[in-house]
């Protein structure tokens, strides 16, 4: 299984940006949660946002009305709609999905994580 994220860039203060991350692999029965992880230079990995399934989200509060997460389940695909950025939403952003796979005779669910796509915004 494999997350290939796109979309980041540089952008001015008050400015936009679409992530897009897809999960394919020939093993995937489905894929669970899906989100969007950031982590700036010395800092911790933290949750922006994610989205079950089923379409439940969840938020951290600093992105909390400035960011929306959809996606397609047809496409195995996630959306992260980043408005109104800020310099402190600089950062580098990690893709992650739980994926049910299959192994051998059974399935299994895993986590994977894309390979980062870095946002810089300028103030």
């Known amino acids: 299984v494999q997350l290939q994220a796109s979309g980041g860039g540089l952008v001015q203060s008050g400015g936009f940006l679409r992530l897009a991350c897809v999960a394919s692999g020939k093993d995937i029965v489905s894929v669970n949660d899906m989100g969007w992880y950031r982590q700036a230079p010395g800092e911790e990995r933290e949750l922006a946002p994610a989205?079950?399934?089923?379409?439940?989200?969840t938020f951290a509060d600093s992105v909390r009305g400035r960011f929306t997460i959809f996606r397609d389940n047809a496409k195995n695909a996630v959306y992260l709609q980043m408005n109104s950025l800020k310099p402190e939403d600089t950062a580098t952003y990690y893709c992650h999905a739980r994926v049910v796979v299959r192994s051998f005779w059974n399935t299994r669910t895993d986590d994977f994580w894309g390979q980062g796509t870095q946002v810089t915004v300028s103030s």
């Open positions: 989205i079950t399934s089923t379409g439940s989200l």
